[in-house]
C-alpha cells in the first residue's frame, strides 16, 4: 500500500487542522492505521491508531481529547482531526499502515511522506 499525507500548515495556538492520507491499493481495510509525528532533534513518536473496522481507537496521553482519527474504507482515507493545538504539537506528521494493532513504530511496515504541521504561539 502506498500513502500520501497532506492537510499540514501553519496556524495559531488553539486553532485547527485536518490531516488526510489517502491510500492506493485494494487492501486499505486490511491495515490497521495509525499517525505518527516527530519533531526536531525528537524521535518519532506515536500519535493515534484506528483499527481495520474503525470501531477501535487509541491515542496519546498528550493528544487525548484534543485529536480524533478516522477513516474511510470506501474512500481509502484516514484522518486526523487536530483541534486546540499548541507549540508543542508541531512536527512532521507521518501516517502509516500495519498489521498487528498497536502505538510501536516497528508494527507499522508502510510509511506516508510525511507533512509539516507548525503551531504558533
Known amino acids: 500500500v502506498q500513502l500520501q499525507a497532506s492537510g499540514g500548515g501553519l496556524v495559531q495556538a488553539g486553532g485547527s487542522l485536518r490531516l488526510s492520507c489517502a491510500a492506493s491499493?485494494?487492501?486499505?481495510?486490511?491495515?490497521?492505521m495509525g499517525w505518527f509525528r516527530q519533531a526536531p532533534g525528537k524521535e518519532r513518536e506515536f500519535v493515534a491508531a484506528i483499527s481495520r473496522s474503525g470501531t477501535s481507537t487509541d491515542y496519546a496521553g498528550s493528544v487525548k481529547g484534543r485529536f480524533t482519527i478516522s477513516r474511510d474504507n470506501t474512500k481509502k482515507v484516514v484522518y486526523l482531526q487536530m483541534n486546540s493545538l499548541k507549540p508543542e504539537d508541531t512536527a512532521v506528521y507521518y501516517c502509516?499502515?500495519?498489521?498487528?494493532?498497536?502505538?510501536?513504530?516497528?508494527?507499522?511496515?508502510?510509511w506516508g511522506q510525511g507533512t509539516q504541521v507548525t503551531v504558533s504561539s
Open positions: 502509516a499502515a500495519g498489521i498487528p494493532y498497536g502505538s510501536h513504530p516497528p508494527l507499522y511496515g508502510y
Open positions: 491499493g485494494r487492501t486499505f481495510s486490511t491495515y490497521v
